[in-house]
């Protein structure tokens, strides 16, 4: 079974501090993604990678940005934590064209 | 990627068939259905996906249509652990595209 690994579950994070949501997939997956979710807005794509290095902007990537320099791992970091990024943080790994999305257990994130 | 219309909730007897339908009557020719789901306070759990033809695995059916406007999932004897949001997705192949997912279906198992 494919394992998606998220490193917290719960996360209380302050205003202004930079926050690494660490994300690490056991299936020697190419492709890699975050997403948050919000009640009411669904799940919503701010960033993916499809290689070692490689990233894209998903449709919500302001005030986010990523790390892949390995492909079994993909980190998430807020540059600056802020109250509006309070959220369900999931990361997801898929191996290729077709196939389907393996999510993690989420990191539900708290910025006071 | 086609939208999806799937009713808001559904009530299922523990040990029977929940079917759950999805229309999709935009689907263009090369979207896939997937189906989620997701159990509260986990993340999404992938189900099964299908192109033209029916598909089976070890949790679920999935049934299209001839003219692929609409699909069911089929769980075949559920219990009280599938209890969950189910989001049915129509997308196109390519797994770097964004995943929208729906408002879904309330799956509520009663036992």
């Known amino acids: 079974d494919v394992k998606v690994t998220q490193s917290s579950r719960y996360l209380v994070k302050r205003t202004g501090e930079k926050v690494f949501l660490e994300c690490v997939q056991d299936m020697d997956h190419e492709n890699m993604f975050w997403y948050r979710q919000d009640p009411g807005l669904g799940l919503r794509l701010i960033y993916f990678?499809?290689?070692?290095?490689?990233?894209e902007k998903g449709d919500i990537p302001e005030g986010y940005s990523v790390s892949r320099e390995k492909k079994e791992r993909f980190s998430l970091i807020l540059e600056s934590a802020s109250t509006n990024q309070t959220s369900m943080y999931l990361c997801a790994s898929s191996s290729g064209q077709g196939s389907p999305l393996h999510f993690g257990n989420g990191t539900r994130l708290t910025v006071t | 990627d086609a939208k999806t219309t799937q009713p808001t909730s559904m009530d299922c007897a523990e040990g029977r068939a929940a079917n759950l339908p999805c229309n999709h009557s935009?689907?263009?020719?090369?979207?896939?259905v997937y189906w989620y789901r997701q159990i509260h306070s986990q993340g999404p759990q992938y189900i099964i996906h299908?192109?033209?033809n029916n598909e089976t695995n070890e949790m679920a059916s999935l049934i299209i249509t001839e003219d692929r406007k609409s699909s069911t999932l089929i769980l075949p004897h559920a219990t009280l652990r599938d209890t969950a949001v189910y989001y049915c997705?129509?997308?196109?192949?390519?797994?770097?595209?964004?995943?929208?997912f729906g408002a879904g279906t309330i799956l509520r198992v009663k036992s």
């Open positions: 299908g192109l033209k």
């Open positions: 997705i129509v997308r196109v192949a390519w797994a770097g595209n964004k995943l929208v």
């Open positions: 935009t689907i263009s020719g090369n979207e896939y």
């Open positions: 990678s499809y290689d070692v290095k490689m990233k």
